[in-house]
């Protein structure tokens, strides 16, 4: 199984909707995803995933599966920290502008401890950080991703960090959704503790991951082919992400 992983175009967030170049990107990740063939598309419920997952639905014939537990607002609320004025998030007042965890520079360098990369998989446990349900998160998303796989077919072994293939397919399984959400969604497939892979990977609009599903010897241990891979703005001549990168 090859599973693609791509993060909705550009969009306004306030309304809930892709921007015009947002719907340009999505017609050329269809493009390409035609290209490559996809047998099951599957969407957050988010307006601007699923807008973005419409014109490969169009190109590919295929219906659109809609799972809200993608959905980057329930990630919001567990994955983001007041910034402002503090940047532990700690201020008396609670408030100030939320980001996620990992853009503020003070969390970033927690994560990055030796005090917790030793807590390994329970490095939410860091009695260090400032108040926050990173552990809710983590634990909501392993549920319901080892859900999702399960019914394509693969078990998740977490004790052994790797997937059982009860039924494995050749099928191309197509997910759109949300950077902040897929920083969660990779760190759960994948086995990689969150700090490690929120504070040293990230994602463009429309950004193209891949990971294979590979057997051998009656497991899996996926495999990241690619990730945030734009070559299909490159090829319809769009301007990518990283000329006017904004962080949130």
């Not at 719907?23 to 995933?49: M, N, P, T, Y």
């Not at 494995?168 to 490690?196: C, K, N």
Request: glycine share 6%; proline share 7%; with cysteine.
């Amino acid at each position: 199984m090859l599973l693609y992983y791509i993060r909705h175009g550009e969009p306004t967030y306030d309304p809930d909707e892709l921007t015009p170049n947002g719907r340009r990107q999505a017609e050329a990740i269809a493009r390409r995803l035609a290209r490559f063939g996809v047998d099951k598309i599957f969407s957050s419920s988010s307006i601007r995933a699923q807008q973005t997952a419409k014109p490969t639905a169009e190109l590919t014939r295929r219906e659109i599966v809609t799972l809200d537990w993608c959905h980057e607002d329930y990630a919001k609320e567990e994955m983001m920290l007041p910034s402002a004025g503090d940047p532990t998030g700690n201020s008396p007042s609670g408030g100030g502008k939320r980001r996620w965890c990992f853009y503020i520079p003070e969390i970033v360098r927690m994560m990055n401890s030796h005090e917790v990369r030793v807590l390994d998989d329970k490095w939410y446990d860091y009695p260090g950080f400032p108040p926050n349900r990173f552990k809710e998160g983590v634990l909501r998303v392993d549920r319901e991703v080892d859900t999702w796989l399960a019914g394509l077919g693969y078990e998740h072994d977490r004790k052994n960090r790797c997937f059982i293939p009860r039924k494995p397919t050749s099928e191309r399984i197509a997910l759109f959704a949300h950077h902040g959400f897929g920083m969660l969604f990779f760190s759960s497939v994948l086995d990689i503790p969150y700090p490690q892979f929120a504070t040293r990977f990230d994602q463009s609009f429309t950004g193209f991951s891949v990971i294979d599903f590979y057997e051998e010897g009656g497991m899996v241990f996926p495999r990241m082919l690619e990730l945030s891979n734009d070559a299909h703005l490159y090829r319809q001549d769009l301007p990518t992400t990283y000329n006017n990168y904004v962080r949130f």
